[in-house]
Structure formats: C-alpha cells, structure tokens
C-alpha cells in the first residue's frame, strides 16, 4: 500500500495525495496545492510501486480521464489520469466506479500502443508539473519499443501526450494548433516539446550560492514572491510554508540576513 505524505503547514493542513481516493483528491476548500514538488513525492512512490507492471486494459470515461488496469507483483492496481482543468490529478485508485462505453478514439489509440506493455519507468522532468510513464510495448510486427505516455498537469493546461520511442507525437487528448500557440503545438507527427521553462533554479541540484544570488536578484520583493520568481516546482502554500520555517513573514521586504534563513531552511 502507498503511504502518501500529509503535511501540517502553518497555514492549513493539506494532504498532498490521499492514497487511493475514490473520485478526487481531497483537501481544505476542495482545493490542492499540486506543484513540482508534490509531484516529485508522488512520482518517486508511483515509480516505485509500479515499474515493471503490465498495463492490462485502458479506459476512458470522460474525454479527460484514463483509467488504466494495472497488474503489479502484489496483485492489480488501478491508475486514474484526469487533465480536467478544474481538477487534474494522477493516483491510484480502488473505489472509482465508471461505465466503459464504446472506447472513444483516443482510448483505442492508447490500447494499440500501450495495452499489454510493461511500464518500464515513471519519471517527471525537472521540477515541472510533467510526468512521464515510459513503456515497453510490441507492436503488430513483433517489434518492442519503449513509448512514452506524458502527463502534464498545469491547471486549464493539463494533458496527456503519446510519444513514440523518438519521442514524436502520436496524438494529444487536447490537440494544440498554430493558431493556438505560436510556441508549443501538439498534434501528431511532430516532435514534443516540454513546456516553456521558466529563469529558475532547481533547489535539490543547484548550490547554495546560486540560490542566494538568484534571491538577491529578487530584493525587491517581498519573501514569498522572491520563493515563487527564484525556485522551480514551488508553489504559494510551499512558499509560504519555507517563510514559516524561516520565522519571516511572507510579505516581509528581503534582506541579507532572511535569505540566510531562507537558505538554511531550504537545506533542511
């Protein structure tokens, strides 16, 4: 069983994935704190409980949820994806209920590449709110390749991406023309671009005195907006959370001394 993590901030208490949940994640409001890091903490555990599992059966019961039956050592899973806007999400699951239906296209699509493939890993990339599940699948030659199922969660943004072992596009739940986008489009035949970075450090890889260079850059600003400009995969509940550690208020001015203690909490 995943024991997921429930951390008691000073603001409010928030469970960052409630293990096995019926149909939504759960927290104070109905709402939920889902940035980079949050996912970090739930790609380590799924990748964990689920590498070298066999996708068995792919579901869709709504244009933006998959449900994937899931055959591990210890019996069977399921993994529940939505890039709903409101509320995108990805978990293990046991009590949600649905009627398959005819399989919409998308699904079908999903099930000729990826049903019956072993997962091979699950992975996000840096910081960002993107995962991907990589799989070993053959296709109707024999032929065994690793395709990728890539699984963006950012808000009214949030999708789900086919990647063929050259990491082209096969299709997108949402598809993203030209005239969508300028920069980023998703459609079949071409290749994935990883979204827009953003001028941030990364605070498991990055030293100390790139943090606090990066910190200083941000002086103007008070404590939290400095977290949010300077660290990638942070979000405002985690930000304010890091002040809180800090003893500084998060619309306290920063100085010298506060990113030292911004510094040393970070570190912990």
């Given at each position: 069983?995943?024991?997921?993590?429930?951390?008691?901030?000073?603001?409010?208490?928030?469970?960052?994935?409630s293990?096995?949940?019926?149909?939504?994640?759960?927290?104070?409001g109905?709402?939920?704190?889902?940035?980079?890091?949050?996912?970090?903490?739930?790609?380590?555990?799924l990748?964990?409980?689920?590498?070298?599992?066999?996708?068995?059966?792919?579901?869709q019961?709504?244009?933006?949820?998959?449900?994937?039956?899931?055959?591990?050592?210890?019996?069977?899973?399921?993994?529940?994806?939505s890039?709903?806007?409101?509320?995108?999400?990805?978990?293990?699951?046991?009590?949600?209920?649905?009627?398959a239906?005819?399989?919409?296209?998308?699904?079908?699509?999903?099930?000729?590449?990826?049903?019956?493939?072993?997962?091979?890993?699950?992975?996000?990339?840096g910081?960002?709110?993107?995962?991907?599940?990589?799989?070993?699948?053959?296709?109707?030659?024999?032929?065994?390749?690793?395709k990728?199922?890539?699984?963006?969660?950012?808000?009214r943004?949030?999708?789900?991406?086919?990647?063929?072992?050259?990491?082209?596009?096969?299709?997108?739940a949402?598809?993203v023309?030209?005239?969508?986008s300028?920069?980023?489009?998703?459609?079949?035949?071409?290749?994935?671009?990883?979204?827009?970075?953003?001028?941030?450090?990364?605070?498991?890889?990055?030293?100390?005195?790139?943090?606090?260079?990066?910190?200083l850059?941000?002086n103007?600003?008070?404590?939290?907006?400095?977290?949010?400009?300077s660290?990638?995969?942070?979000?405002?509940?985690?930000?304010?959370?890091?002040?809180?550690?800090s003893?500084?208020?998060?619309?306290?001015?920063?100085?010298?001394?506060?990113?030292?203690?911004?510094?040393?909490?970070?570190?912990?």
């Amino acid at each position: 069983m995943l024991t997921y993590t429930v951390r008691v901030c000073h603001y409010k208490i928030y469970v960052i994935i409630s293990n096995r949940c019926s149909t939504k994640l759960k927290t104070e409001g109905d709402t939920m704190s889902f940035d980079g890091y949050t996912l970090r903490c739930l790609v380590d555990e799924l990748n964990a409980e689920l590498s070298g599992s066999r996708i068995e059966k792919i579901y869709q019961p709504a244009n933006d949820l998959l449900v994937m039956n899931i055959r591990t050592k210890r019996g069977k899973d399921r993994l529940l994806i939505s890039s709903n806007p409101s509320n995108p999400r990805m978990h293990l699951t046991e009590g949600y209920q649905f009627n398959a239906g005819h399989p919409p296209m998308f699904c079908m699509l999903m099930r000729k590449h990826f049903q019956n493939g072993i997962i091979v890993s699950i992975s996000q990339e840096g910081m960002d709110r993107v995962a991907v599940i990589s799989v070993r699948a053959t296709d109707e030659l024999g032929i065994a390749a690793t395709k990728h199922i890539v699984v963006e969660i950012m808000g009214r943004h949030s999708n789900v991406i086919l990647l063929d072992s050259s990491r082209v596009i096969i299709d997108a739940a949402k598809r993203v023309s030209t005239e969508m986008s300028s920069y980023r489009q998703l459609y079949p035949g071409i290749l994935y671009k990883s979204p827009p970075g953003q001028d941030k450090l990364n605070m498991l890889k990055d030293s100390s005195e790139a943090l606090m260079q990066k910190l200083l850059e941000c002086n103007r600003l008070n404590a939290e907006k400095a977290i949010l400009n300077s660290l990638e995969g942070i979000g405002r509940l985690l930000a304010r959370e890091i002040c809180h550690r800090s003893g500084i208020q998060p619309d306290a001015r920063l100085d010298s001394n506060n990113i030292c203690r911004l510094l040393d909490t970070t570190e912990e």
